[in-house]
């Protein structure tokens, strides 16, 4: 059984679509959060929520829109695409707020062309 | 907000030999630090962890120090194998931060046969 799960694990897409990536973990943990992964390898936190209300928010672009429909889910729409934006999305959870063990997905590739 | 420094960005290694990553921290009030490892086409996975009341930690070939007063901690792997070869991140939190924990910029591995 996976815990994080992420859809899709890659997505090409042209500049200025819009697009949606899911994730679902079925762990039980409260707290939800998206990372943008660079080129660089470079891991910085997006989103956080917890019980499906948002709780941090980074300075993202308001072009991305995260919802959280039930505590297990968390998607991540985007709207107009651009080239920066193209990096590995990754999703995880975690049982309390901040400090404690966070469990990631496999990431999802998004290349904007 | 915290800021996390790792060092080196890169490190190579004889299979055998050790291994150590360092990173430091800026929030004194940080209280959990832990160290994920990520494959290639993968997400970070937590190897160990320490929290502030502990200076060190070991499970098996994988050990964690912490200085609280310098405000670092490091990642030591003994008798390395080339399955060690990936990215290390360090992060630090505190539970007060709902739940952002902040990561290093990531160290990449490369253990030689």
């Known amino acids: 059984d996976t815990a994080v799960s992420q859809t899709p694990k890659y997505l090409v897409t042209q500049m200025g679509n819009d697009k949606s990536i899911k994730c679902e973990q079925n762990l039980g943990h409260d707290t939800m959060y998206w990372y943008k992964q660079d080129s660089k390898k470079f891991l910085k936190i997006m989103f956080s929520y917890n019980n499906k209300e948002l709780i941090i928010n980074e300075t993202v672009p308001n072009r991305f829109s995260p919802k959280s429909p039930d505590k297990a889910h968390l998607n991540l729409h985007i709207n107009s695409l651009e080239l920066g934006d193209s990096a590995v999305y990754f999703c995880a959870s975690s049982l309390g707020q901040g400090n404690t063990e966070a469990f990631f997905g496999q990431g999802t590739r998004l290349t904007v062309v | 907000g915290e800021n996390v420094e790792q060092h080196p960005s890169t490190l190579s290694v004889q299979e055998g030999d050790s291994a150590v990553i360092k990173c430091t921290y800026s929030d004194s009030a940080s209280n959990y630090f832990p160290w994920y490892k990520q494959e290639l086409g993968k997400g970070p996975q937590l190897i160990i962890d320490i929290r502030s009341n502990v200076g060190e930690k070991k499970d098996q070939r994988i050990a964690v120090t912490l200085n609280k007063t310098a405000k670092h901690f490091s990642l030591h792997i003994t008798e390395t194998q080339p399955e060690d070869s990936a990215v290390y991140f360090c992060?630090?939190?505190?539970?007060?931060?709902?739940?952002?924990?902040?990561f290093g910029d990531g160290t990449t591995l490369t253990v030689k046969p």
């Open positions: 992060a630090a939190s505190k539970v007060t931060n709902a739940g952002k924990s902040t």
